[in-house]
């Protein structure tokens, strides 16, 4: 068996023959890139989104301690840190009691020479996202998100 060297010829274009064999070389090896590519791009916004959302309801737990520790009437602070917190959440278009969020306001407690008075907001991220998710991507955000707030009562 003998073994043809490979002959490689100038064009008149001034590229080479052998050029025409690896053309598709370059169109296989983007689509084997591509799909990886597109999961991590998708797996960075629904992470982005994620964390915005955790913010949110960050926020919203805070706001609705801050509405109940300057009502007056004990028995409007909860009525009140309830409406304080879906304010904060309309931005995301979320209600207590609707849609995975839940939202709890305790009792007063002693805290050191007062009382205190914990909100707690938890949403079902996992089964409920913000942002559609890349297939196996949903595995990487919280089953749950879950913050609390404890403020001293005026």
């Known amino acids: ?15 080479r023959d052998a050029d025409r064999d690896d053309r598709g070389a370059a169109a296989i090896e983007f689509a084997l890139i591509v799909p990886i590519l597109l999961l991590l791009v998708f797996a960075m916004i629904s992470f982005g989104m994620m964390l ?32 304080a917190v879906n304010d904060a959440m309309a931005a995301v278009d979320k209600e207590c ?15 050191g020479s007062g009382q205190c008075i914990t909100v ?9 996202p913000t942002v ?7 595995q990487l955000l919280p089953e749950q998100l879950e913050y609390a707030a404890t403020v001293r009562v005026s």
Not at 120 to 128: L, P, Q
């Open 132 to 138: 559609a998710t890349a297939p196996f991507a949903d």
């Open 97 to 111: 009691g609707s849609g995975g969020l839940v939202c709890n306001v305790g009792a007063a407690t002693t805290c």
């Open 1 to 15: 068996m003998t073994v043809k060297p490979r002959v490689l010829r100038w064009r008149s274009d001034g590229r």
């Open 52 to 83: 915005s959302f955790r913010q949110t309801l960050s926020q919203a737990a805070a706001e609705g301690a801050r509405a109940a520790a300057v009502e007056r009437d004990p028995a409007a602070r909860s009525t009140e840190a309830l409406d």
């Open 120 to 128: 707690t907001v938890t949403y079902a991220y996992r089964e409920n």
